[in-house]
């Protein structure tokens, strides 16, 4: 009996050592993040772990012994914990492009411990195309600030699947298939998420081997570091999409060629009904297990965006059963994530009984779906909110990574709130909250409302939250300022979609809708008026040139409809004035971005290019890049979609494709022919093909006049030009 007891305290001694050997790693993981984020609070902050609460991260704030410290039950909490005192006590604010870190001399001090905890299991990060229109060039500099920012915004699902080429490797060595027939199927570095969702085949490539192995090691560092916030990262799932080169190894299997996507050649699916499918999901887990582990969520978005062969009910639900149980076979604990845009893109095929059978072919639990669009097109209230499996409300609010002014603050939070206050009846299993943008950091007033909800059992009254955001990112009161973000909220801030104007638009024949930003006109006016005291504020100067260039971009709309005019009336001199407002406007635009290091093309470039080990692959890279933000593909048919505004775009692409077709139009009235679209577009064509493949410089750092100065100007010179166009 005494040795039994002897045995149970030595037992007990060593459970408890271990625990405070995770606390204090806890800990050090939480002190990192503080070092790097707000070096100047380093000894000023005491972190401690404690219990979550029922399964749900918490965490605690207290002033102790001249200290504040900052309670939770992980990496995550702690972080999140910090960010909050940052911002509802010190009034800062950290954000993916800027920040405002203007600390009080005296820390605010919280005499009764403040004790917040999250209604969200889960809070769900990043859309598969972010890892293209935004994360394509990152390296472990950029991911390490991301993974912080993402603990302070209380992020604990991260889709994680950087570095995957390294699994298909190897998943291919067991099949015997080369490199070369892998890069067969791999496509470039821009463009991964579209092979990964099986969306292309090939396009962009190759995919070079140091690419790929660079990028499994990147992927480790990014995986120990969210392991050690406490996050579960969520890992690649099989989806059925194969080499179509597999059939040279292996002729018995039956591969289904899918409708082709946007255009491209088609890929190539396993028929879920043949027993391979489970067969290479097995081995395509176990794989990536050796090379990252597992935290058992996989992400597997079959069909996102092309219609499945057959909308039987008994395809879609042995479809869906096999997916999982390729899962399951080789980890018992799996759990498929599903994002459900198909449910939205594809909403003709994907009706009730199609949408049954997928979701149903699960087992409960064993699924978490994810809504993605709830800030303008919800799909839970037409899903039977998802036919009880788990899932999370999130907001995409940004499409290819573009510029844009916008974000329908309202009715997301009027939607979550729906969603929130009937849960188990309505909105069923109501699971997590989450941020789905293709692109990041344009509008954080929706960033950061977004991670203000992350911890709030109610959502707040929009405009006394908004009242709040403003006073964190300026970091003091200031009445210009709120009354320029009330003008925002009620404009700006009320639309959903993307703003694109005119100059990043395929120049045409057809007429640009008005877009007149006279609504927000006053905002701009007004916020510059703050410049006495923020005018060397961050979050102050990103704000003014985001609002400086939606607002008078807006102008193009009007020019390119008086090219148009001009041209139907055969009217030269009106058509080269009209042109002349619009290449003047678009070297404005060009200038002023030049002002700010986030809007600055070739920061993006040199990031492309420093993945290459020589010119060659450096001239690739930034090929790849450049073609994502123009033609994205080899024809038109995604022409813009990932448009950028940013200095360096405007007068080396934009300002030569408008004058290239007023010389055209020019042309066409001065040989009184008829307007030829299609020659048009071949020469448009050729230009942009070349201009994928130039090897120009650009800027990486600022240069020029203040933001502020400059806006100031463009005021000055284009305000009158509001004056005299329609309204909106």
């Keep these: 009996m005494k040795s039994i007891k002897h045995s149970i305290y030595l037992i007990s001694l060593l459970l408890i050592g271990n625990i405070s050997v995770q606390a204090a790693d806890v800990v050090k993981t939480a002190e990192g993040l503080l070092s790097r984020r707000v070096p100047a609070l380093a000894g000023k902050i005491r972190f401690e772990v404690i219990p979550a609460e029922n399964g749900q991260d918490v965490f605690e704030l207290q002033t102790r012994g001249g200290k504040t410290v900052i309670r939770g039950n992980n990496g995550v909490a702690m972080a999140s914990g910090l960010n909050w005192y940052l911002k509802h006590y010190c009034h800062c604010q950290i954000t993916h492009r800027s920040e405002q870190l203007n600390l009080p001399l005296q820390l605010p001090k919280i005499k009764e411990t403040v004790r917040i905890v999250t209604p969200h299991k889960y809070r769900y990060y990043l859309n598969y195309c972010c890892f293209s229109y935004t994360l394509a060039w990152w390296d472990w500099n950029d991911w390490e600030r991301m993974i912080d920012l993402m603990a302070m915004y209380g992020v604990n699902v991260p889709l994680s699947v950087t570095g995957q080429e390294g699994v298909w490797l190897n998943v291919g060595k067991r099949y015997g298939l080369t490199e070369e027939q892998m890069q067969d199927f791999f496509v470039g570095p821009a463009y991964l998420p579209f092979g990964w969702m099986g969306c292309i085949d090939r396009w962009a490539g190759p995919l070079r081997k140091t690419w790929i192995d660079e990028h499994v090691e990147l992927e480790k560092k990014i995986l120990d570091r969210e392991r050690a916030f406490g996050m579960t990262p969520i890992l690649q799932g099989f989806t059925g999409h194969v080499p179509r080169k597999l059939t040279e190894v292996r002729s018995d299997v039956k591969l289904v060629e899918l409708t082709p996507w946007a255009e491209f050649e088609p890929t190539f699916f396993v028929d879920p009904n043949d027993p391979f499918f489970i067969e290479f999901g097995k081995i395509f887990v176990e794989e990536q297990t050796k090379l990252f582990g597992t935290d058992h969520l996989y992400a597997s978005d079959t069909f996102i965006e092309m219609p499945p062969p057959s909308d039987e009910p008994a395809f879609l639900q042995n479809m869906g059963a096999s997916i999982y149980k390729a899962m399951q076979s080789a980890d018992a604990d799996a759990t498929w994530v599903l994002q459900c845009w198909m449910f939205f893109h594809g909403a003709k095929f994907w009706k009730a009984p199609q949408q049954e059978a997928l979701l149903r ?119 210009d300022a709120q009354e320029a973000w009330k003008i925002l909220h009620e404009t700006a801030y009320k639309r959903a979609g993307r703003t694109d104007n005119a100059t990043v638009k395929r120049p045409s024949l057809a007429v640009s809708p008005p877009n007149i930003e006279r609504q927000i006109l006053p905002a701009l006016k007004t916020l510059l008026n703050a410049e006495q005291p923020f005018g060397k504020t961050q979050t102050y100067l990103f704000d003014v040139a985001n609002i400086s260039r939606e607002v008078f971009g807006s102008l193009a709309n009007a020019y390119h409809q008086q090219m148009i005019s001009a041209y139907h009336h055969k009217d030269r001199e009106a058509l080269k004035a009209a042109a002349g407002k619009m290449n003047t406007l678009i070297l404005d635009l060009d200038r002023l971005l030049a002002c700010h290091p986030q809007f600055l093309l070739g920061t993006e470039l040199e990031s492309a290019k420093r993945w290459g080990k020589t010119p060659e692959e450096q001239q690739h890279y930034e090929w790849n890049a450049r073609t994502m933000y123009t033609l994205w593909g080899p024809t038109f048919r995604l022409d813009d979609y990932s448009n950028r505004q940013w200095s360096g775009m405007f007068r080396s692409y934009y300002a030569k494709r408008w004058n290239l077709f007023y010389r055209e139009l020019d042309k066409s009235l001065t040989e009184n022919t008829i307007w030829d679209a299609k020659a048009f577009d071949r020469k448009l064509l050729s230009f942009q093909t070349a201009w994928g493949k130039d090897i120009e410089t650009f800027p990486t750092k600022p240069s020029g006049e203040s933001v502020t100065a400059i806006a100031k100007a463009l005021l000055a010179k284009y305000e009158r030009e509001f004056e005299d166009m329609p309204e909106k």
């Design 361 to 479: 072919s699960v087992p409960q639990d064993k699924l978490l779906a994810i809504d993605l669009m709830c800030e303008q097109n919800p799909v839970w209230h037409q899903s039977n909110a998802f036919y009880g499996q788990p899932w999370i409300w999130s907001i995409i609010q940004n499409f290819g990574g573009t510029v844009s002014l916008h974000g329908a603050i309202d009715f997301m939070a009027n939607d979550l709130k729906q969603a929130m206050q009937s849960r188990g009846k309505e909105s069923g299993k109501l699971s997590g909250i989450g941020y789905i943008m293709e692109g990041l950091g344009w509008n954080p007033l929706i960033d950061e409302f977004q991670s203000d909800l992350v911890w709030r059992s109610e959502v707040p009254n929009t405009s006394e939250w908004i009242e709040q955001f403003v006073l964190r990112r300026y970091g003091q009161e200031n009445a």
